[in-house]
């Protein structure tokens, strides 16, 4: 459905997205990863025509996004980071307008907006002012704009943004009930919700790939690697070092707890597990020791392991 080939993009000097290609099948929900100023909305921008890129090529559905940009954009339903809209219409009066604009005609116009109407959740709204709504109702105008013209991919820009608990969670059900019937590019920075929700991840990092597979084998991969927790009361520097200077650990970082006590989240090499060695150390040292524990990787470790910049 998205084929991205060797996709590069120059603002003067800066290199926002750097030879980039990825693959998207059709069915597939893709999450699309990165620290801020990564490249994503660069590369979604691009994707979708709005911006051309200095060279590489992005095809959607078969159409070159740029020498065809009228076939793939019939095919694209995007969803940008801040929905822009019209304040001063009414959510139904939006929506025919934006299904007019995208070239339905009148009686499939009203068609349409009565059913992204029905699948958004709007119908207790339709024909309010869209200054009056909530984040919430706003970014599921957004979505039922990008929906209106039937498009059979779609690409979201950090839908959830903005909004609290109650609200990403019923745009995260509806997301996952559009994945059943579209291909779905979702840029978010909610990493649970990837979990949740996404077949495959891609992470990328100063315009480049750094990881791309399903949620599970990422966590897998990284759970091998290992990361143990201790609690312990001493000197932080001193605790730290010690650690760090035994056989197989990789990284040391600590964070204050109370009562001059830290946590020391230890990552060690694939394969071994340090919890013997590390209680041994702390004895021999007399530093008292609180809590001593092999923690489960999540995506944010994963996510946190191939962006940091230390
Ligand atoms: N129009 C522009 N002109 C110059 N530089 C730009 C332009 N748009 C983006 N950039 C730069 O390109 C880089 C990538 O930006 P981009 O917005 O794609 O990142 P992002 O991954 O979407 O970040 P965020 O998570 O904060 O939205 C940044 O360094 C940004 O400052």
Redesign the pocket.
Known sequence: MIEIRNLT?R??R?T??RDLSFSVKQGEIVGFL????????????MLTGY?PPTSGSIEVGGCDVFRDSIGARRKIGYMP?NVPLYDDMRVREYLKFRARLKGLSNRDARRRVGEVIDTCGLDSVRRKMIKVLSKGYRQRVGLADALVHSPELLIL??PTNGLDPNQIRQIRELIKRLGETHTILL?T?ILSEVEMTCDRVII?DS?QIKAEDTPQALVTGMRAAGKVVAEITGDPEVISGALSRMDHVKRVTHEPLTNGRFQFDILVESGTDARERIHELVAQNGWPMRSLYRRKATLEDVFVELTRKD
């Open positions: 993009k603002f003067a800066h926002a997205v990165g620290p801020n100023g990564a490249g994503k909305t660069t590369t979604l921008r911006l980071e820009d950090e840029s920075h990328i315009g």
